[in-house]
């Protein structure tokens, strides 16, 4: 019933705002030997997606960021799993750098058949996992008023000894193995057109929401029992807070905007359910001239922006493994005049107030839980 009323409401508002609107076709699929240049404003500011159907203006020139993410679309022979994945026509490093996933283009689908690196729950183990159905990325032709609907799933095995906690420690019985199974419903519907504007360019573009649902639930495996799902017992044990939140069903509500001028997305807006941006904004960056850096290759660290600053500064942390950090600023001969800890898995983002500081050069150090340096660097204070 759902599914017809969507279609009913497609073609109707398809019948009234097709004039102007563009047509998207499949040359903005990523191809072997495109790179792909985009940048994530974590603390983004005067963005309005505005969610109503129909035409728009959108400035989003307000965004920034300290680098630019590049990324190579390379054949799937080149993968360093790709005798897993004999179906993929090429290979593309996940825009959070945690591992790569693996594609291929058919009857007008761009879709990834499968991912290998860092598990997403956050286990800290590599794996090599199967969408089955594929994981639909985009279709062509795009137009107004398209409506889409795909299921995917992935499943994937590793031992008990990967939990951080003992959570089968009350039981009779230890699992000789445990699973990951997540169910995807995808939602896209292509809901509005007219001009974007990113830093440096404008482009004109269709604008694509896609409501995700997401079910990730935990098995084990139990003797003559076979699969159980323990995900509640799961829930109840384990202390680790992004583990827990990775469990259960999750909806994932984005903003999509593309256009024929690029084959990166223009702009990727996540937003909760009150309408609140989450996870920062992802766009399409033409500033690549002198701040190009390979996603993977960041190597762990804070990084300062914009430097110099006036008053506020946003550090952004990088590629860092899972500890306790120490953020310091010192004057010019080392004495400490800020300090504040962070908890940090990967990344994170904090916007600091520095107008506390004079005009001048300053340095700015991260420590890890041990108290020893990852890196010192400088921060430029400016005033007007």
């Known amino acids: 019933m759902q599914k017809k009323f969507y279609l009913s409401l497609s073609a109707l508002l398809l019948s009234i705002f097709s004039f102007g609107q563009i047509t998207i076709d499949e040359d903005y699929f990523p191809a072997i030997g495109d790179t792909l240049f985009t940048a994530v404003d974590n603390m983004p500011s005067n963005i309005d997606v505005q969610a109503d159907f129909g035409e728009h203006t959108w400035n989003f020139a307000s965004l920034q960021s300290p680098f630019t993410r590049q990324r190579v679309v390379r054949d799937a022979e080149e993968g360093s ?25 058919v009857d007008g689908r761009y879709q990834m058949i499968g991912f290998a690196g860092d598990d997403p729950i956050g286990l800290n183990f590599n794996l090599a996992a199967i969408f089955d159905p594929p994981y639909v990325e985009r279709t062509a032709p795009m137009e107004l008023a398209d409506l889409d609907q795909f299921e995917s799933a992935i499943l994937y095995a590793f031992s ?52 995700e649902i997401r079910e990730t639930r935990l098995d084990a495996l139990v003797g003559f029992l076979g699969w159980q799902d323990v995900t509640d017992i799961a829930l109840g044990a384990i202390g680790d807070e992004n583990i827990t939140e990775a469990l259960g069903k999750d909806t994932i509500v984005e903003y999509h905007f593309y ?8 702009a990727i807006v996540e937003m ?20 190009v850096q390979q996603v993977s290759a960041l190597k762990p660290g804070v990084y300062a922006f914009p430097n110099p600053v006036i008053v506020n500064a946003r550090f952004e942390f990088s590629n860092l493994p899972k500890d306790t950090y120490n953020l310091t600023i010192y004057n010019i001969i080392g004495e400490p005049l800020w300090n504040k800890k962070y908890y940090i898995d990967r990344s994170h983002v904090d916007k600091v107030d520095v107008s506390f500081l004079r005009k001048g050069t300053y340095l700015y150090s991260l420590s890890n ?5 990852i890196v010192t660097k400088r921060l430029v204070v400016i005033r007007p």
């Open 81 to 105: 799993a790709a005798d897993q994945f004999p179906g993929a026509d090429f290979v593309l490093e996940t825009s959070d750098g945690i591992g790569e996933g693996y594609y291929q283009i």
């Open 160 to 211: 008990p000894d990967d939990l951080p906690v003992n959570i089968f420690e009350d039981l009779p019985i230890t699992p000789d193995s445990l699973r990951i199974r997540v169910a995807i419903d995808q939602t896209y519907f292509v809901d509005g057109w007219g001009t974007l504007t990113i830093p440096g360019g404008i482009f004109d573009v269709l604008r694509q929401k896609r409501t």
């Open 259 to 266: 256009s024929n001028e690029a084959k990166e997305a223009i």
């Open 272 to 291: 909760d359910d009150t309408g609140e941006i989450v996870n920062g904004v992802e766009y399409k960056s033409l500033d690549v001239v002198n701040n």
């Open 369 to 373: 839980s041990e108290g020893r340096t």
